[in-house]
């Protein structure tokens, strides 16, 4: 898989208020970067979201990023673009307040990189020990 540093973010998945863009569905891809390609060539697309089945989900800039459950710590989230002007906008796009994410055992965030990732602080992030 390849990964774009600086673009893509990993266990992570957009949601709130939809997964999914209204007038899009649910496609099947290879890989993050196919994805990708669907969300840049597909109007008001503003990040795609990549689960471990290859389902690919796009969203559009009312949809908010949040930390996967530990089984989906695979997912993977970008924008249609990895133009270093649209990461820098997606960057200051995701800001989550700890209160939508769901703390499953009280691990620090800083401690899981997905939720260092979209600025995630305070005990809120899932790990292998929250599902055993």
């Not at 970008?78 to 989550?96: E, I, K, N, T, Y």
Request: aromatic residues 6%.
């Amino acid at each position: 898989l390849e990964l774009v540093e600086g673009c893509f973010l990993q266990g992570v998945f957009y949601a709130e208020p939809h997964m999914m863009m209204p007038g899009t569905e649910r496609s099947k891809m290879l890989s993050a970067v196919e994805c990708q390609r669907r969300c840049a060539n597909v109007e008001g697309c503003r990040h795609f979201t990549y689960w471990p089945d290859g389902g690919c989900l796009l969203t559009d800039a009312t949809s908010k990023p949040h930390a996967a459950p530990y089984e989906f710590s695979e997912t993977i989230v970008g924008p249609p673009s990895c133009h270093p002007a649209l990461q820098a906008q997606c960057r200051a796009q995701q800001s989550v307040p700890a209160a939508v994410v769901p703390g499953l055992n009280g691990t620090r965030c800083e401690n899981y990189p997905a939720c260092r990732a979209v600025g995630l602080e305070g005990h809120c992030c899932p790990n292998r020990e929250s599902l055993d």
